[in-house]
């Protein structure tokens, strides 16, 4: 089965441009220094059997669907409840709508539904009296693989300061945000991987997510083909960065298409410009 993510979102939590920075990166006209908050849509398949599973629902998700032409999905994985990875969910009512109305099932850890009932309360509750909002079917899980919209997905537990995030493996593709260590045995369940997306914030340590290089490290030791990053923050100039790495490994930017294909060759699809966008940057 073809298995393609799509970059919906690269950027770290602020996104880039930053607010109130004026740094050359947040001033770059290089549409691939705009980054939307870290978001990946994974399309299974093709043509009218296509599954959309979306990953995670980020204050920018109108934007995010609105430029990638998405209308429904087929359910949602929720990787952990920072607010960069979830304040949209009130928006997903479009994709609600889109969908004709059916409500969209939506997988998160245990602690994490728990957390997003209480911040959307209303979204959550059977007797609150408005059409206008999202129906959502919560389900949970832990480390056992399960069974998304028809598609086998591996949750992967990984460590994020004090909270655990789930990176998610479809096949031999693997998504994994907001980490600052993958432990090893999410390194045994990651195995077979070839084409990972990984967080890298920026060159220096930093105590919730990943450094340029041991992002790199991490994606050698699973021993990927092709790692692209993510959850990227304005020290990281894309055509600079890039130059620097080893030709396996990419920043990843918004509306890149990355997939492993039907005949298990790995494509990589630059989208054609940066798209409409609402906003004029
Ligand atoms: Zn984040
Ligand atoms: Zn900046
Ligand atoms: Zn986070």
């Given amino acids: 089965m073809r298995v393609e993510m799509e970059f919906l979102g690269s950027g770290t939590s602020s996104g880039i441009p930053t607010i109130g920075c004026d740094c050359w990166v947040c001033n770059s006209s290089n549409p691939r220094n705009k980054r939307l908050r870290s978001s990946v849509l994974f399309r299974l398949g093709v043509g009218d059997d296509e599954r959309r599973l979306l990953v995670d629902v980020t204050p920018d998700i109108r934007i995010q669907a609105l430029r990638a032409g998405l209308s429904s999905v087929h359910g949602v994985l929720i990787t952990h409840t920072h607010a960069d990875h979830c304040h ?5 009512r479009g994709l609600y709508w889109g969908g004709g109305r059916v409500p969209i099932p939506l997988w998160a850890y245990p602690e994490a539904l728990a957390q997003l009932r209480r911040t959307f309360a209303y979204i959550f509750d059977a007797d609150y009296d408005y059409k206008g909002i999202v129906k959502l079917e919560p389900q949970v899980f832990e480390h056992q693989l399960f069974e998304a919209a028809g598609v086998r997905v591996q949750p992967i537990p990984v460590v994020h300061g004090n909270m655990r995030v789930a990176g998610f493996r479809i096949g031999e593709c693997a998504y994994i945000t907001d980490t ?60 600079s960065i890039n130059n620097e790495l080893p030709d396996w490994a990419r920043l990843g930017y918004d509306r890149l298409k990355v997939a492993i294909e039907e005949d298990g060759r790995i494509s990589v699809t630059e989208p054609e410009s940066n798209g409409p966008s609402p906003i004029a940057f």
């Fill in 88 to 92: 949209g969910l009130d928006d997903l």
């Fill in 180 to 239: 600052n260590e993958v432990p090893d045995t999410s390194i045994e369940l990651l195995k077979g991987v070839r084409l990972l997306i990984l967080d890298a914030l920026r060159r220096a340590p930093h105590p919730t997510h990943m450094s340029l290089p041991k992002a790199l490290e991490t994606a050698e030791k699973i021993g990927v083909e092709r790692v692209f990053f993510t959850h990227i923050n304005h020290d990281l100039e894309h055509e």
